[in-house]
């Protein structure tokens, strides 16, 4: 049975009146983000130098819209072989991820409009939503959300948790970089949609992070998470070996993410 969250997502059934609603706690900082994660403003502020700007002109943006030949189902098993090429000790996990993910990868006007992955919890695999028409960014999408769901099993061996937004998200990017890699030659406009997508969060959002960490009370956003994630899963996917760490890493995620960008040993980042 699925959870209400999921049903409200998916379109079967409405949202809840705001009587129905648990009262909510007070609004996120984004002090609470940089806890979260394990971060300070000095190593945010330090790795959002590394940011290269990508300009909307570097590219042509007829080539996203671009047909690629692929089925939802199709392009859900190149997704998989692709991260099995470029992390092959999670083998185990992206099998199991490829053949018993529960998702709905097609287009339907009632579910929510954006990709995403929903926890299950734990030793439980996720539901993976998406809207596929078979365009480059789709299949970037479509890597980008089998990188969740297997970072979540991947996870478990580490015990019960979720691993802080930051570090699942530059798992779920690597998933995207791993399409990227094995597939770059077959469909060479995956580049343009990797590119249009690097303006966005590259562009406004990395701003946004920016200006958040040095006003420790503004009010979290989730967007907050990419910029820092993308730039680190370029450099992470560079040395499958240590990445494989993070999709492990759960609750953890956020102490061995610091270590691996900043080249800190745990105890350093402990302290």
């Known amino acids: 049975m699925l959870p209400l969250g999921l049903k409200i997502l998916l379109g079967e059934v409405e949202m809840p009146t705001r009587a129905e609603h648990t009262p909510r706690r007070g609004k996120a900082t984004a002090s609470d983000w940089l806890k979260l994660n394990g971060l300070t403003r000095e190593i945010v502020l330090s790795q959002l130098t590394l940011i290269e700007q990508v300009y909307v002109d570097d590219f042509d943006r007829s080539k996203v819209g671009s047909h690629l030949g692929l089925s939802a189902d199709a392009a859900w098993a190149l997704s998989a072989a692709s991260m099995r090429a470029v992390f092959p000790s999670l083998a185990a996990e992206i099998d199991r991820v490829e053949t018993e993910t529960p998702k709905c990868l097609l287009p339907k006007r009632m579910k929510h409009s954006k990709p995403f992955t929903y926890d299950l919890g734990f030793q439980k695999l996720p539901f993976v939503s998406l809207h596929y028409k078979d365009r480059p960014a789709d299949l970037l999408a479509m ?69 958040a960490v040095q006003d420790c009370k503004a009010p979290y956003q989730y967007g907050w998470n990419y910029p820092l994630a993308r730039i680190a899963a370029e450099r992470l996917i560079l040395d499958p070996g240590q990445a494989d760490r993070l999709f492990k890493a759960g609750k953890r995620g956020g102490k061995v993410f610091v270590e691996l960008i900043t080249g800190s040993s745990e105890a350093e980042v402990a302290a």
């Open 143 to 211: 890597a980008h959300e089998l990188g969740h769901a297997v970072q979540i099993a991947a996870s478990w061996e580490s015990g019960e948790g979720i691993m802080p937004p930051v570090a699942r998200e530059s798992c779920a990017f690597m998933g995207e970089l791993a399409m990227l890699q094995h597939c770059q030659d077959r469909f060479p406009f995956l580049l343009s949609a990797h590119d249009a997508d690097g303006s966005n969060y590259f562009g406004d959002r990395t701003r946004e992070l920016e200006l």
